[in-house]
């Protein structure tokens, strides 16, 4: 969609901007650039010159420090591992270990209410309650 903004006896359209898309080589090159810079000044000035914002270096500078910046194949994926997906492994393991200790825990308490129920004891109200 493009609004026309009429000048007089002309009319201009106006399309909506796109978003840059920088590939891998600019950004480490811009990252050089800001690492190598040695008075105040030169990276503000660098910024300027390629029309970059200040966060988009800090985020590119934590991306890299992640791993995920780098030299990358054409035509292939990156392999890099994500930095959450250990911990995400970490925790898929630990909930599958959790359900089954509850599975268990289920199975142990409906063995325990059968087990009464054949030797004529009566269970606690709570537990009656917390079946409902």
Sequence with gaps: ???????????????????????TEFKLKILAEADAATESG???????????????????????????????????KSQGSHPLAAENKRLQKEKRTLERRLK???????????ASELMGIELDHQLQDDES
Excluded: C
């Design 104 to 114: 268990r825990a289920e199975l142990l308490l409906e063995i325990q209410k059968k």
């Design 1 to 23: 969609m493009s609004k026309v903004v009429n000048l007089g006896n002309a009319e201009v359209p106006l399309d909506r901007p796109k978003r840059r898309i920088f590939s």
């Design 42 to 76: 030169q990276v503000a000035a660098m910024l300027r010159r390629e029309g970059l914002y200040s966060s988009a270096l800090t985020d590119w500078r934590r991306a890299r420090a992640a791993g995920l910046l780098g030299p990358v194949k054409p035509g292939s």
